[in-house]
């Protein structure tokens, strides 16, 4: 019988993973990632860019090193899913037909949704943009910061709270606090979208006499005279402004008539497949999941979407259902971190910051590029997080740890 043939669109977290278990089943089935650049960006070294404690250049990875070598790569960006013939079409290098497609082609940041935003503003979510803010940081020698959200949704939702609390640290070091005021905006009546992480948050902010703004819908940002203004008739004064811009689902959703209105992906909720779409399965930031957009929601979905797949290739229903498990470390500023764990059913819980949760977030940081091919070592470090079992996991093997040290990871 011919294998099946499973195209995923998009090589970043969610595509990768769900490539590489599919790589154990190429008895049945024939893998092909095909990913616009062919680099793997890992985006939560991000945060650290504009402080310059992270380099760029380390968080770019090549695609075709972390994929398992029985999976194929085609470099090129899709301009149309075109479901009806069940192929792709490339943009240089004609179509690509599948029998099955795992949609995974992330989300972007769209400052131009906000008159001024892109001129008179700063975000760190993309290389070019974290690259700027460090040059405006740098370049700062007091007054106010006005740091927030524009919009929702938006990818990992912590990220701004935590660049907020590391902002706060780097102007410390940099003896400029005094000097600074930092007002945190956000169109929300609190300070964060899951209510059990709020109180934790507002008792950080109120330490460290960060300001909080609610209710705030940016509307607009004028640069020259360097104001950012509200639907509900706020006008702040900024001398540095640091907002995560609105984000759009990939433009190739919009193109191919899949989408909804904000580009993303309709997605059932438990099996993770295309509303529609029977033959059509998508995960991470493309879908329209009520979960974080995050890696860690990717890295939970994969599973589900592969079983479910292989269950569909064999004739059956797809019978696995996604919990909404994700799973965040948090920065929480002063070297320390929190965590975030929760599914559609349990909020989160967060536990005091120490350096322990910082220490595993600065472990997951280091580790990714090595545990995404192994396609089991972020396993084994999330159950062992989430209580399931609690042996020492194999990443504390001395001698990984002694190359972790030295900063090589690539052979361990
Ligand atoms: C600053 C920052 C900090 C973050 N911190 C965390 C964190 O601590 N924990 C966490 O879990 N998550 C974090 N995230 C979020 C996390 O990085 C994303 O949620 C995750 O990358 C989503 O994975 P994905 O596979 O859905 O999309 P992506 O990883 O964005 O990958 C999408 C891929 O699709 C490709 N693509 C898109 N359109 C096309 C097309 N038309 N043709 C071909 N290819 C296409 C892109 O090139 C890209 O390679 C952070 C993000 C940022 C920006």
Request: proline share 9%.
């Amino acid at each position: 019988m011919a294998k099946a043939k499973v195209v995923v669109l998009g090589g970043g977290v969610g595509g990768t993973f769900v490539a590489n278990k599919l790589a154990k089943h190429t008895d049945k089935i024939e893998v092909t990632v095909v990913d616009a650049t062919g680099v793997h960006h890992y985006q939560p070294g991000l945060l650290y860019v504009p402080f310059g404690w992270e380099q760029p250049e380390r968080l770019r990875h090549d695609e075709r090193k972390l994929l398992h070598p029985v999976v194929q790569l085609v470099r090129s960006p899709v301009e149309l899913v075109d479901v009806d013939k069940r192929q792709l079409r490339l943009l240089h290098d004609g179509t690509l037909p599948y029998d099955y497609l795992v949609i995974a082609t992330g989300s972007c940041p769209v400052p131009d949704e906000i008159p001024g935003l892109a001129d008179g503003g700063y975000h760190f979510y993309t290389e070019p943009s974290a690259l700027r803010l460090r040059e405006a940081l740098h370049n700062f020698q007091g007054g106010r910061i006005v740091v927030g959200i524009a919009g929702f949704p938006y990818k990992c939702p912590p990220a701004p709270i935590e660049f907020t609390l590391l902002l706060d640290d780097w102007l410390r070091q940099r003896k400029l606090r005094d000097k600074t005021e930092i007002v945190f905006v956000t169109p929300l009546p609190q300070v964060f979208s899951i209510p059990t992480v709020v109180p934790l948050i507002e008792e950080l902010f109120n330490r460290k006499g960060i300001k909080v703004e609610t209710f705030f819908n940016t509307e607009s940002v004028d640069p020259e005279k360097r104001k950012v203004i509200s639907l509900e008739g706020t006008e702040l004064d900024y001398d540095l402004l640091v907002l995560i811009p609105p984000h759009r689902g990939s433009p190739v959703i919009d193109a191919s008539g899949i989408g909804d209105k904000g580009g993303w992906v309709p997605t059932d909720k438990f099996t993770l497949q295309v509303k529609g779409h029977e033959r059509l399965f998508a995960i991470g930031d493309a879908t329209d999941l009520p979960v974080s957009k995050s890696g860690a929601a990717a890295h939970f979905e994969a599973p589900i979407v592969v079983h479910n797949l292989l269950q569909l290739i064999e004739g059956k229903e797809p019978a696995a259902h996604y919990d909404g498990s994700v799973m965040c470390f948090v920065e929480a500023g002063d070297g320390k971190a929190t965590v975030l764990r929760f599914n559609y059913e349990r909020p989160p819980q967060p536990p005091k910051p120490s350096v322990l949760w910082r220490w595993m977030k600065a472990l997951m940081n280091r580790f990714y590029p090595v545990a995404i091919p192994r396609g089991i070592a972020l396993d084994v470090m999330f159950a062992t997080l989430q209580g399931k079992f609690f042996p020492s996991p194999p990443f504390c093997g001395s001698e990984l740890m002694e190359k972790m040290r030295q900063g090589d990871l690539r052979d361990a």
